[in-house]
């Protein structure tokens, strides 16, 4: 069983800065994937972010305006994904949510249905 715990949501300004943590418990393997996405209010689910335990590649949505701003990274010693967010704007304003596939073989690492385990998520407000 995987357990998903998020933090380091909160109210920024914008323009500011945040860095979420997922932290999880139990293995991974070499095929684990690791993704983060973000629901707005009376939106759908959305992708940020993903990344390959191992070798560490990185996935990035392409419509969502993430790019050059957002980056994820993982610590595999402390079992920990990040999401380091800057000049955040207003519409990034969301509850982001971590999630793993942990034995990644098929499915878009950009779909929500590929991934078997997820976080309680944690909310960003990016005030104007």
């Known amino acids: 069983q995987v357990q998903l715990v998020e933090s380091g949501g909160g109210l920024v300004q914008a323009g500011g800065s945040l860095r979420l943590s997922c932290t999880a418990s139990?293995?991974?393997?070499?095929?684990?994937?690791m993704g983060w996405f973000r629901q707005a209010p009376g939106k759908e689910r959305e992708f940020v972010a993903a990344?390959?335990?191992?070798?560490?590649?990185?996935?990035?949505s392409d419509s969502v305006s993430v790019k050059g701003r957002f980056t994820i990274s993982r610590d595999t010693a402390k079992n920990t994904v990040y999401l380091q967010m800057i000049r955040l704007k207003p519409e990034d304003t969301a509850v982001y949510y971590c999630?793993?596939?942990?034995?990644?073989?098929?499915?878009?690492?950009?779909?929500?249905?590929?991934?078997?385990?997820w976080g309680q998520g944690t909310q960003v407000t990016v005030s104007s």
């Open positions: 139990g293995r991974f393997s070499s095929t684990t994937i």
């Open positions: 999630a793993a596939d942990i034995n990644h073989w098929a499915g878009s690492v950009y779909s929500a249905r590929t991934y078997d385990y």
């Open positions: 990344i390959s335990w191992s070798p560490g590649n990185t996935y990035y």
